[in-house]
DNA sequence: GTCTATATCAGGATAGAC
DNA sequence: GTCTATCCTGATATAGAC
């Protein structure tokens, strides 16, 4: 039971058939990338791939339904070490931002631009699941309105226009360049959120 | 030569297959839009459509190549009847929102979410146009720091900021909302760029 | 649980008549 | 400039052996 990274139970194929996913999805595009892609991806054969998932489109849900979890995971927790509401806005975008960005956890990627690719009843569920992650920031964004170190406003629209700034960079944002993640965070949280 | 909504040379058939594209492109997205589908919303059979363009990655690149381009010209010309800079501010983001969420102009959501799918030498075209988009709107963000309207910061990653949050109302605004679009962009513009 | 082989089909694109 | 007919590729998914 120990040294697990994520809540999943242990399924070394399959898990490694997701990694792979989020990583291509990202890349190319979820209509882009083939079976094939996948398969090779882990050293299958196509026809494995059938074995773990019913479906390509399983297999995007499961991308997706990771990375919601995850990071709402990970953000609950890093939440709790923090001792002031600024440090809550920083900690809360700093962990949104190390997900998105990482190169080890891409799964969030495909959840901002292939929704569209999701049957109905599952896209639903994935929905459900971004709704309470944005409810978890909003409640944040709310206390530190309260504590008047976010400016006065609609906690609803504020945690939307956040969330976007956020996303947004994955179209800009260089690993190579010399921002830091971190530093990137606390910026963010300086020029859109605190209230001077 | 009156009534010419855009800009562009008056080839009808041509016109309309752009507008039914950049309308199907946003509701299905790209690869599962198929030339066929394309042809059927304008009353085509599909080997026609290949009369007017040689591919359907020529298509996409059209779409694009408009959006941005009327985009540009939209908020170039708003912005002359301005007189302050918070106005300019305000109808920048109003004039973007206006664009990114009417139905008859879906063109800029292909943009957002689409790219990949361009082959490499009209990606770059299309970047180009973005980045003079964005450059465009960073001075006017720039020339309201000068004047104390916002926040002292790095106007490069301000613009950003702001481009990502108004982006992203293409996921969650609903027109039917009691929330208009121009009431949108002013609070936008209160929230998070404007220093009270 | 993975492989090989293959069924099946959808979609982009072309040819040639009108 | 549009239609009809069709080619052809590539992609998902299945069957059955190992």
Redesign the interface.
């Known amino acids: 039971m120990a040294r697990m990274i994520s809540a999943e139970a242990q399924r070394p194929s399959r898990d490694a058939l997701v990694e792979a996913a989020a990583r291509l999805f990202r890349e190319?595009?979820y209509?882009?990338t083939t079976v094939r892609d996948l398969a090779d991806a882990v050293g299958m054969q196509s026809g494995s791939l059938f074995y773990h998932f019913a479906s390509k489109g399983e297999i995007l849900y499961e991308v997706m339904r990771r990375g919601i979890d995850d990071l709402t995971m990970a953000v609950r927790l890093e939440l709790k070490a923090c001792s002031s509401p600024r440090e809550e806005l920083i900690t809360m975008t700093r962990t949104h931002l190390r997900t998105l960005l990482s190169n080890t956890q891409a799964s969030l990627a495909s959840l901002l631009?292939e929704w569209?690719?999701l049957p109905d009843e599952q896209r639903d569920q994935v929905v459900t699941l971004r709704d309470q992650y944005e409810s978890l920031c909003r409640e944040v964004i709310s206390q530190a309105m309260e504590n008047g170190v976010v400016?006065q406003?609609?906690p609803r629209?504020?945690v939307?226009?956040?969330?976007?700034?956020?996303?947004?960079?994955s179209?800009?944002y260089n690993a190579e360049g010399s921002l830091g993640i971190d530093d990137l965070a606390e910026?963010?949280v300086?020029?859109?959120l605190v209230h001077?």
Chains 1, 2 share one sequence.
Do not use: C, F, V
């Open positions: 190319k595009g209509e882009r631009y569209r690719s400016k406003g609609d629209l504020m939307r226009l956040w969330l976007g700034a956020l996303n947004w960079t179209q800009w910026e963010i300086d020029l859109i001077d």
